[in-house]
């Protein structure tokens, strides 16, 4: 068993939740390994000082003060007002820029146009002379640059 994970193990160890054999091989290591031992060690040292602290109970006017306190609503601060006011003015200027595209959308969209809406009123035609030049080109031989740029209008 390695270091690593001999330390991963050694709280368990000192609480009694391994099973026999992982016990038997973690004792195993910390027999031939200082530095392993060491920490269970420091480890078994800290619980025992853990276990000395005397043990107190909380105070009921402890507790009815925590109750309370959680129980009541904080007043609004300064900074809670301006925060909430930051966030309507933000959602108004979302608000409105939502409204804005929608009208924008619906102007260049009518209901009633053909499909493709504004776009679809551009009556591009290509020139003659592109088809023509296609003719010219063969994907079986190369053409530099050049000589396709002599070919075009």
């Not at 200027?93 to 804005?100: D, K, P, R, W, Y």
């Not at 020139?127 to 063969?138: G, K, R, Y």
């Amino acid at each position: 068993m390695n270091c690593q994970r001999v330390q991963n193990l050694l709280s368990a160890l000192i609480d009694q939740e391994l099973e026999s054999n992982q016990k038997q091989e973690v004792r195993r290591h910390l027999v031939g390994c200082r530095e392993c031992h060491a920490e269970h060690t420091t480890l078994l040292q800290l619980k025992e000082c853990f276990g000395n602290l005397p043990k107190t109970e909380p105070r009921l006017d402890t507790l009815a003060g925590l109750r309370l306190r959680f129980s009541e609503k904080p007043a609004p601060t300064a900074f809670s007002a301006r925060f909430n006011l930051i966030l309507l003015r933000g959602l108004s200027l979302t608000g409105v820029c939502l409204l804005l595209f929608l009208m924008v959308t619906a102007l260049l969209y009518p209901a009633g146009a053909p499909a493709g809406g504004v776009a679809a009123t551009n009556n591009f035609t290509a020139p003659a002379t592109v088809a023509a030049a296609d003719q010219n080109f063969s994907l079986d031989q190369s053409v530099t640059v050049y000589q396709a740029s002599l070919d075009l209008p």
